[in-house]
């Protein structure tokens, strides 16, 4: 066997066995087969097969070897580019399909962890000059460098390997940690009404993370205090509901602000910094002396609830009352009490009838002009009766402790809506603005109805023949 390599035009000369015939050396060539590798810039020459006793020449076989390599030694793609395709590249076609086996290595996972490629074959078909794979990787949640998977060409079952034998697939991450907030403002009444909140991850933290909520001022307080995104809880937004501190204080409007400090294992997320909530405070309070309303005691309205308990109760008025009348004590000039604030409806029942808050008192009137001043013997002689309630349709209203929303409905009852597009067929766009929190204290104001679950089941505008409140009065 003759080898040789030629890096430019030249002659290799391989010569043939001679022919016997019957033991005796006859003429004719021998045979030469001749393998060879080329690129575009090599031609073969003329290939002649000498010697043989004759000096004829004999038999020339020749096949071109086939170089093996990858189209390109490195390519980058993205997490989320789903799927990732290596290809071979082959010199010239073959007569048969050609296997090359490889192997995988890399600073990325396999298994579905990064990606799914395991040690395999390329295969290349006869008569094709190119043979792929394909593989798919894992776009998660996490936050990473880039990864790298290697894959390593092994000996063909034909053909030569040639640079690049190597390829690199760098593979760069889509995720970035970080919180978002749904808003970074909240407007909030004491007493009334309150404002919420959302926060979640950006990308899936190594362990869990914890968002602590302060109040600078203690004028407002947020609920929870604390929220805790785990590994596997790190994509479902949170809320937090911001309440603001009802005092007594006469005041203009006040600001807080909630801060909002986040640590945390994962060092991506220890740390973090996070946008502090500002809060805006509006006032209830009036200058005493002014008609602010003050619930009544619990013994005043249990003892309410024992007189109405008579329905067939016989009342006579001082002169100075009649029915459906709002009455008041004169200002005592004291600002340590409150009774002479209370603002009353007296009923066509014959009590009088408390307002819990100045809302449900604007449900019925929108200002205090009609309230008239009594003496505290006349106010004295009508009693007490159970607390006037939203009017109907007006408002919606849902308790300090439950997340439940409800309608009020005619005598007091509240209809639990069912759903946040009921609302919004009910009260419009911006129904989530006509809802009242309202304080547990006055839970037993109420009695529940059916739920509310279409159009139908209620409409808000059939109350408008309601005028005072003698027509929507509980009567326990």
Known sequence: MTTGILAGPGTITATGGEQYTGGTKSG?????????????????????????????????????????????????VAESAGTVTSTLQLSATYGSSITVPYTVTGTATGSGTDHNLANGNFTVSSSATTGSISFSLTNDDLVESGETVIITLGTPSYGVLISPSIQTITITDNDTAGITLSSSAASVTEGGITASYTLVLTSQPTSSVIIAITSATSQSTPSPTSLTFTTSTWATPQTVTVTAVDDTAVESSQSDTLSQAVSSSDSLYSGFSLASIAVTITDNDVVSGGPAIVFPSVAERARSSALQSNAARVF?????????????????????????????????????????????????????????????????????????????????????????????????????????????????????????????????????????????????????????????????
Request: proline letters at 2%.
């Open 28 to 76: 004719g060539g021998g045979r030469v087969a001749v393998y060879y590798t080329t690129n575009a810039s090599f031609t073969l020459g003329n290939i002649t097969a000498v010697g043989g006793t004759d000096a004829s020449n004999g038999t020339v076989f020749t096949q071109q070897n086939i170089t093996i390599a990858f189209t390109a030694s490195t390519q980058t």
């Open 316 to 476: 006579a008025f001082p002169s100075a009352l009649s029915v459906n009348i709002l009455v008041k004590l004169a200002n005592d000039n004291d600002s340590f009490t409150q009774a002479d604030s209370a603002v009353y409806f007296i009923g066509t029942d014959g009590y009088r009838h408390a307002f819990s808050s100045e809302t449900v008192y604007f449900s019925w009137y929108t200002s205090f002009d009609a309230v008239k001043v009594v003496s505290s013997a006349d106010l004295a002689a009508v009693s007490l009766g159970t607390n006037v309630t939203y009017k109907p349709g007006i408002r919606m209203m849902k308790f300090q402790t439950s997340p439940k929303v409800y309608v009020v409905d005619q005598f007091g009852v509240l209809r639990w809506v069912a759903s946040e597009s009921i609302a919004s067929l009910l009260y419009g766009a911006h129904w989530n603005t006509m809802i009242d929190d309202v304080s547990d204290a006055f839970f037993g104001n109420y009695v529940f109805g059916s739920d509310v679950h279409s159009r139908t089941d209620f409409d808000p505008a059939s109350f408008t023949s309601l005028e005072t409140p003698s027509d929507s009065l509980m009567v326990i």
